[in-house]
Nanobody
Framework: QVQLVESGGGLVQAGGSLRLSCAAS????????TAWFRQAPGKEREFVAS?????????YHSDSVKGRFTISRDNAKNTVYLQMNSLKPEDTAVYYC?????????????????????WGQGTQVTVSS
């Protein structure tokens, strides 16, 4: 079992930056796939970024955040991060951390929520214009 706790959300002006953290406990998750999703008010939860090791390190970002957001992790601290730069009002959402077993299917299904077994409670990010 893995427990995930997000932190680092808040209110920021457009163009600003935030770094979200997701601390994992229960098991070391160096072999797990980790990801960030977000859900804006009135919208479906959507994929933001994923990182996992399968025949090499795989890193993916959604087109809407590519070049602005960066996923990373520190296995020694059991923590995954999402560095968010050049924030826009449309980035306003609750951001969720997710983790699951790293497996071949993630090569094509890294953005699929059902592929992740563990979820945090979410952290609110609000970007003002």
């Amino acid at each position: 079992q893995v427990q995930l706790v997000e932190s680092g959300g808040g209110l920021v002006q457009a163009g600003g930056s935030l770094r979200l953290s997701c601390a994992a406990s229960g098991r070391t998750f160096s072999s797990y796939a980790t990801a960030w999703f977000r859900q804006a008010p009135g919208k479906e939860r959507e994929f933001v970024a994923s990182m996992f090791d399968w025949s090499g390190l795989r890193i993916y970002h959604s087109d809407s955040v590519k070049g602005r957001f960066t996923i990373s992790r520190d296995n020694a601290k059991n923590t995954v991060y999402l560095q968010m730069n050049s924030l826009k009002p449309e980035d306003t959402a609750v951001y969720y951390c997710a983790a699951g077993q790293s497996r071949r299917e993630l090569l094509v299904a890294f953005a699929t929520q059902a592929r992740y077994d563990y979820w945090g409670q979410g952290t609110q990010v609000t970007v003002s214009s």
